[in-house]
């Protein structure tokens, strides 16, 4: 569990900060970014799961391929949030975007 998830957000802003605090590129990624499209439950786990929605990585599939997975696991890693019950009750089911990108 990271420390981040500790620590109630209250706004959407926290909620970035607080997943891009989980975020490691890979090694080898150079200048390279991906956004994620996905949505949340008010318990702070997320409604299927995320999903690319612009790749900028240079190189081939499988360089493209590793981004996104590394992205998405970061996300996934962070979860579940901890939203202040104002936050959980506006962040249900809508879609939010978040961009990761490396370096960092």
């Given at each position: ?61 499988k ?25 959980a009750?506006?962040v ?13």
């Amino acid at each position: 569990v990271h420390p981040s998830n500790a620590a109630e957000l209250n706004t959407m802003s926290d909620v970035g900060a607080a997943i891009q605090a989980c975020w490691t590129p890979p090694a080898d990624a150079g200048t390279a970014s991906v956004t994620l499209s996905f949505s949340f439950k008010r318990d702070g786990t997320l409604i299927g799961p995320p999903r690319p929605t612009a790749i900028h990585v240079n190189g081939d599939a499988k360089a493209k391929k590793s981004f996104v997975d590394a992205a998405t696991t970061a996300l996934q890693n962070c979860l579940p949030l901890t939203f202040s019950s104002k936050l959980a009750q506006g962040v249900a089911g809508n879609v939010f975007t978040l961009q990761f990108t490396s370096p960092k």
